[in-house]
């Protein structure tokens, strides 16, 4: 117990804009494992996100503050320089990648004493030229303002941070929470209409070029030529959602045979629906959904552009390379004669819990208490 003269350190947690992704899982992660007596905490998000769980973050003791759209850059400083100022934060933490810049210069500006920029991503060749460029750019102002540097692989904080140290924080999810369920198979195949027969693989991701969802489609409607029993579940939401629909609509097996739904905030019951799970991303920084599919005892087949540091399982997880079609297929179709069984090793990883978020967020709290001895005068 701590005295009662004793006040918690406030935190503001930047997640710029929540629109379901693995980035606002982490900090919700942080959220639920915090020690509330040593620490308070705000989520800080854009006021245009489309998924801000309040009752949850509520529930769990933060509060939300809400700041206008970072693409109003002017309007974004001045917002972040009033509630800086007002909270009197000992601690930002900027979960934006190479945008950190912005909330990491209004944190300078206003003396917090604790400024960490924590990164998320890559340079990826499917974000085309134009955004890679300003990536590029806004990397080399990342390590002027903040004093503490996190990134959850080598690789995604050495391109941002270069010559700077930094805290290699491995992403974390509640493994109880992703295990697989029998009881929300039924109910999910049920609700679907999927019958035990079908295979029915999935993808629960952003809608985003850096996803490859037409390839994922593209493979899976092969697939289907090979075997007419596969099923496709698609979850999510952004901004290819009408390319995505113009595909399906515009092939007769995939309007027969794709499902797209809405971001679902309960998705571990739809990870126990499926029977493989399929992740081609370009480029990512860690992976999370690859994680939870294995923890769920699935089949993950993913592209070279998913980290190994997002394998924990060697009979789960699949890295199929390049871009030809039939491999993929192929390869697919020799793995899933040979699954193990579903619920013993779901259980299995489950219990071996080796990317395990209360973990992770008690890494952070550790970062968090170095920083302030270091930094707080």
């Not at 379901?20 to 905490?41: A, C, H, M, P, R």
């Not at 994922?216 to 995505?244: H, Q, S």
Request: charged residues 20%.
């Amino acid at each position: 117990m701590k005295p009662k003269e004793y006040k918690p350190v406030k935190v503001g947690i930047v997640v710029g804009k929540m629109v379901g992704g693995g980035v606002e899982s982490v900090v919700l992660n942080l959220l639920k494992f915090n020690d509330s007596e040593t620490y308070t905490i705000d989520i800080i998000v854009d006021s245009d996100s489309t998924n801000v769980p309040l009752e949850l973050i509520r529930s769990l003791g933060g509060h939300v503050k809400y700041i206008p759209p970072y693409q109003n850059v002017i309007k974004y400083q001045k917002a972040l320089n009033r509630l800086f100022k007002e909270e009197n934060y000992q601690i930002v933490h900027a979960n934006i990648s190479v945008l950190n810049v912005f909330p990491m210069f209004v944190a300078y500006m206003c003396h917090v004493p604790v400024r960490i920029a924590h990164n998320h991503n890559l340079i990826s060749p499917s974000d085309g030229i134009k955004k890679n460029i300003i990536k590029k750019f806004l990397s080399f102002f990342n390590t002027i303002f903040p004093n503490v540097y996190v990134s959850p692989t080598q690789k995604s904080g050495s391109w941002v941070f270069r010559h700077k140290k930094f805290k290699v924080v491995k992403n974390g999810i509640d493994s109880k929470r992703f295990e697989f369920s029998n009881k929300n198979r039924k109910q999910i195949r049920d609700d679907l209409k999927i019958c035990d027969s079908q295979i029915l693989m999935g993808c629960f991701c952003r809608f985003v070029n850096t996803k490859r969802i037409p390839f994922a489609l593209t493979v899976f409607e092969k697939l289907v030529l090979y075997n007419p029993n596969f099923r496709f579940l698609l979850v999510g939401d952004g901004p290819m959602k009408t390319e995505i629909y113009k595909q399906i609509s515009g092939s007769p097996i995939l309007s027969t045979a794709a499902i797209v739904l809405d971001s679902k905030s309960d998705i571990e019951k739809y990870y126990s629906a499926l029977d493989c799970y399929i992740f081609p991303s370009s480029m990512e920084a860690f992976g999370m959904t690859a994680v939870e599919a294995q923890t769920n005892g699935l089949l993950t087949f993913v592209s070279s552009g998913i980290p190994i540091e997002a394998k924990i399982s060697q009979k789960l997880f699949k890295v199929i390379l390049g871009d030809n079609v039939d491999y993929w297929c192929k390869s697919i179709l020799k793995s899933i004669k040979n699954a193990p069984d579903r619920s013993a090793i779901s259980n299995s990883v489950s219990k071996n819990d080796i990317l395990s978020s209360k973990k992770m967020a008690k890494k952070v709290e550790q970062i968090y208490k170095s920083a302030l001895v270091e930094f707080h005068s």
